[in-house]
Every structure is written in structure tokens, then in C-alpha cells.
């Protein structure tokens, strides 16, 4: 496609219920990373994915979140047993090579009530 | 902590003046770039500047690097209301990086 596609846009779901975020990216980019943001606050790393090569998944911040990337392709982020501080933007992003600029979706708002 | 901090936090300015962002970051880079991100959604990649560069222009745009004082700025000229933003800069961390670090942003009002 012509850009990063995230979906659902938002989504809000009941504490202790699992989600999973989708994210499309620009096809032919090789790299692919997730983010999330909390209000007001910079953008925090959560997990990269390189080709074929196992995921970076040092920027998780426990074992409820788990992401997965098929084909080298679409991603999904899951986050099982969903707390009220999970609620934050989440953001992917995408790009041919390593280090070059990103191409960012616009995110899926997540709040969990 | 962050690896790239922005200043000021916030910025006002009128159309058509001009508005100059800093970053200020902690260990050796590869590269620095600079993102815009309207209404807290998806960020926009606008300029990116490798270690050996000093200075690179797009548009309105302007980018310093300075690496011995680990510090870059952005500045935007003649500016617009359509500049009204939230301003990030991103860094790697060197050689083998691949994960970019991002500061807290700078809020740009541009008032028209």
C-alpha cells in the first residue's frame, strides 16, 4: 500500500481482556518496528523486526505483550490481560533499510477502562 | 533516561516568524533525524542528518549537527499555521543500532 496501516484506529477494551493491534507495512520494507505513547510523553520503543532474522524484543515492557510478524509482512501486537496502564498510542512503523527514516501509521489509541 | 531531549518544551511564535528547535543527546551516533506529529497520532519523517554532516536544508527547513557538543537543531522559517506541531528528534546509538530513540517533543503554536 501507499503508507503504514494500522488497524483498529482505537479501541477500548475491559482491564484483564486481550488485544491485538495490526499494523501493515509499505510493502517491500524490510524492517519493521512498534512503539507506543503515552499522553504527552516521547515514544518508547517496544520490539523490532528485521527480515527474516529473530525479532529485537528488548522494549517490552512484560510477558503479557507478545508481536509477531508473518511473511515478513503484516505484524500483530498482542497484549494479553490488559491493564489500565497499557492505555497509550500505539504506534508502527516501517522502513527499507535499517536506519533510514521511518513511515509511521497512525497509530491505534488504546484505552483500557 | 532519554537519549535525545528536546528544548524548549514548548514554543509560540506568530506566522511568518522563525522557530528553532534544539536536541540535545547523550552517546555517539550514526545518524539523527527529526519527525513532526500532528494531533498525537502518526509521526512524519522530515529530515535525516548522518554523523559526518554538519548542516542540511529541505524546504523550510534547517538542520545543524554538532557532534562534539552532541546537539542538533531544526529550524523552521517564514513559518505557517500548518507548522503547528509537536516536533521529536530521534537518534540511534551507534554502530549496529537499529532502534531509534525519541525525546519528548517540542509543541510548536504557530498563531496566525
Redesign the interface.
Known sequence: GAG?SQSPSNKVTEKGKDVELRCDPISGHT?L?W?R?S?????E?LI?F?GNSAP?KS?LPSDRFSAERTGGSVSTLTIQRTQQEDSA?Y?C?SSPI??????????TRLTVV | SQQGEEDPQALSIQEGENATMNCSYKTSINNLQWYRQNSGRGLVHLILIRSNEREKHSGRLRVTLDTSKKSSSLLITASRAADTASYFCATDSGAGSYQLTFGKGTKLSVIP
Not at chain 1, 499522553?39 to 515514544?43: E, I, N, W, Y
Not at chain 1, 535499517?98 to 497509530?107: H, I, L, P, Q, R
Request: proline letters at 0%; charged letters at 5%; glycine letters at 22%.
Open positions: 503504514v524492517a518496528y512503539y505513547q499522553l504527552g510523553q516521547g515514544l520503543f523490532y528485521q529485537d522494549g498510542v504506534l512503523a535499517v536506519n533510514y527514516g521511518y513511515t509511521f501509521g497512525s497509530g
